[in-house]
């Protein structure tokens, strides 16, 4: 069975052949040859994914303190290791030298960044540990693909398998929710973990992680709210046709169904949209061979007339209303505040847009600009 490569490479305690790119294992200081007791009992490797595709690494190795004598070694293992004997203990030189091959196979372009060394015991019932830790950043570790992130940079050529007595543990970032994790494991202290001995396919551990206020999946909350929707319409259509039975067209009904076709819109996932729309047609069909007599207010029954109230301007219109109304340039995440859609439906119907040349997009860092053709992009705002 494969070791993990870099597991076996950065701790250098282990003398363990090392697979894939990292090289030959790293030597064992001299005194620990002389106490074997001061082997490491286990190593935990910990990522934590960021939203900016970068993961916060923590390679831990652990050593179980049972006496005196390997107290004593610990000590003198932490105080080389804090101060960064490179004979010693963990080097993050292991890492930064895998980060151009990971780079050219997923074209990202990844540095290493942010490296640090601790150490601490911990007490434990009538059991204490001392514990090592290695962490660092590493940046574009993960794709960004609007309001996902794609954990894709694993490997078996540089990561290898999981060894008796070693961990994996992979968290989402912040504010996200998952979307796929492979292989499938069990949830463990908020995250994703893989115990070995564990042998990975090719290209795993693989995860895609989506923003928790997007739209994938719909849930029985907007189901319900959607429900309703459609019951008022109906019940607005029956009274319509049922109350003297005369056929003029009734111009408030109309403006209606305009209303809960957008709120229907608004509500449903991406993913459900299609349906939704199937749905707000079937309740405006259904509703147009209704007849009323005309409302008091004499509305006009000209139904292609362009609305006012925003309520029944079609999503389009209301983005190009926002830009106006602010100079003719918003941000995106401001366009998501001042509708209150989800990020992904706003994702998405801008894209649109820019398609159709209705508005125009900038990527500035993290943050997509958006304004209105002609009105400039590049002015006024700041890069992240």
Same mark, same amino acid.
């Given at each position: 069975?494969?070791?993990?490569?870099?597991?076996?490479?950065?701790?250098?305690?282990?003398?363990?052949?090392?697979?894939?790119?990292?090289?030959?294992?790293?030597?064992?200081?001299?005194?620990?040859?002389?106490?074997?007791?001061?082997?490491?009992?286990?190593?935990?490797?910990?990522?934590?994914?960021?939203?900016?595709?970068?993961?916060?690494?923590?390679?831990?190795?652990?050593?179980?303190?049972?006496?005196?004598?390997?107290?004593?070694?610990?000590?003198?293992?932490?105080?080389?290791?804090?101060?960064?004997?490179?004979?010693?203990? /963990?080097?993050? $030189?292991?890492?930064? *030298? #895998?980060?151009?091959?990971?780079?050219?196979? @997923? %074209?990202?372009? =990844?540095?290493?960044?942010?490296?640090?060394?601790?150490?601490?015991?911990?007490?434990?019932?009538?059991?204490?540990?001392?514990?090592?830790?290695?962490?660092?950043?590493?940046?574009?570790?993960?794709?960004?693909?609007?309001?996902?992130?794609?954990?894709?940079?694993?490997?078996?050529?540089?990561?290898?398998?999981?060894?008796?007595?070693?961990?994996?543990?992979?968290?989402?970032?912040?504010?996200?929710?998952?979307?796929?994790?492979?292989?499938?494991?069990?949830?463990?202290?908020?995250?994703?973990?893989?115990?070995?001995?564990?042998? /990975?396919?090719? $290209?795993?551990?693989? *995860? #895609?992680?989506?923003?928790?206020?997007?739209? @994938? %999946?719909?849930? =029985?909350?907007?189901?319900?709210?959607?429900?309703?929707?459609?019951?008022?319409?109906?019940?607005?259509?029956?009274?319509?046709?049922?109350?003297?039975?005369?056929?003029?067209?009734?111009?408030?009904?109309?403006?209606?169904?305009?209303?809960?076709?957008?709120?229907?819109?608004?509500?449903?996932?991406?993913?459900?949209?299609?349906?939704?729309?199937?749905?707000?047609?079937?309740?405006?069909?259904?509703?147009?061979?209704?007849?009323?007599?005309?409302?008091?207010?004499?509305?006009?029954?000209?139904?292609?007339?362009?609305?006012?109230?925003?309520?029944?301007?079609?999503?389009?219109?209301?983005?190009?209303?926002?830009?106006?109304?602010? %100079?003719?340039? =918003?941000?995106?995440?401001?366009?998501?505040?001042?509708?209150?859609?989800?990020?992904?439906?706003?994702?998405?119907?801008?894209?649109?847009?820019?398609?159709?040349?209705?508005?125009?997009?900038?990527?500035?860092?993290?943050?997509?600009?958006?304004?209105?053709?002609?009105?400039?992009?590049?002015?006024?705002?700041?890069?992240?």
């Amino acid at each position: 069975m494969r070791q993990a490569a870099l597991l076996v490479a950065v701790v250098c305690l282990l003398a363990v052949p090392v697979a894939g790119a990292v090289g030959a294992p790293a030597p064992q200081s001299a005194a620990l040859q002389e106490d074997a007791a001061s082997s490491p009992s286990g190593v935990d490797i910990t990522v934590q994914i960021q939203s900016d595709g970068a993961a916060r690494w923590t390679v831990s190795s652990k050593y179980s303190l049972e006496d005196d004598n390997a107290t004593a070694a610990f000590e003198q293992l932490r105080g080389r290791f804090e101060a960064g004997a490179a004979d010693t203990e /963990f080097s993050v $030189d292991v890492f930064r *030298a #895998v980060v151009p091959s990971v780079s050219d196979r @997923v %074209g990202r372009q =990844m540095e290493i960044r942010n490296a640090s060394r601790s150490s601490r015991v911990v007490e434990a019932g009538n059991n204490t540990t001392g514990v090592l830790s290695l962490r660092f950043t590493w940046t574009n570790f993960s794709r960004v693909e609007e309001d996902r992130v794609v954990v894709d940079s694993f490997s078996t050529q540089w990561f290898g398998d999981l060894a008796p007595n070693q961990t994996l543990t992979l968290r989402s970032p912040e504010g996200y929710d998952t979307e796929n994790v492979l292989p499938p494991t069990s949830i463990v202290e908020n995250g994703y973990r893989w115990s070995g001995p564990h042998t /990975f396919d090719a $290209d795993r551990p693989f *995860a #895609v992680f989506t923003e928790n206020d997007s739209v @994938v %999946g719909v849930s =029985m909350v907007v189901l319900v709210a959607v429900g309703v929707l459609a019951l008022f319409a109906g019940a607005a259509t029956v009274w319509a046709y049922y109350r003297d039975g005369d056929e003029r067209p009734v111009p408030w009904l109309r403006d209606v169904r305009r209303a809960v076709a957008s709120r229907v819109r608004e509500a449903l996932s991406a993913e459900s949209e299609s349906e939704a729309e199937e749905s707000a047609a079937d309740a405006d069909a259904a509703a147009g061979s209704a007849a009323a007599e005309p409302a008091a207010s004499g509305a006009s029954d000209d139904a292609d007339s362009e609305p006012t109230d925003p309520e029944l301007l079609s999503d389009e219109e209301r983005v190009e209303r926002l830009l106006r109304e602010h %100079g003719g340039r =918003m941000k995106q995440s401001e366009i998501v505040e001042e509708t209150r859609w989800s990020t992904a439906k706003v994702s998405q119907l801008l894209s649109s847009m820019a398609e159709d040349g209705r508005v125009e997009k900038l990527r500035i860092g993290r943050e997509n600009l958006i304004s209105l053709p002609g009105e400039g992009v590049d002015n006024g705002i700041d890069e992240e």
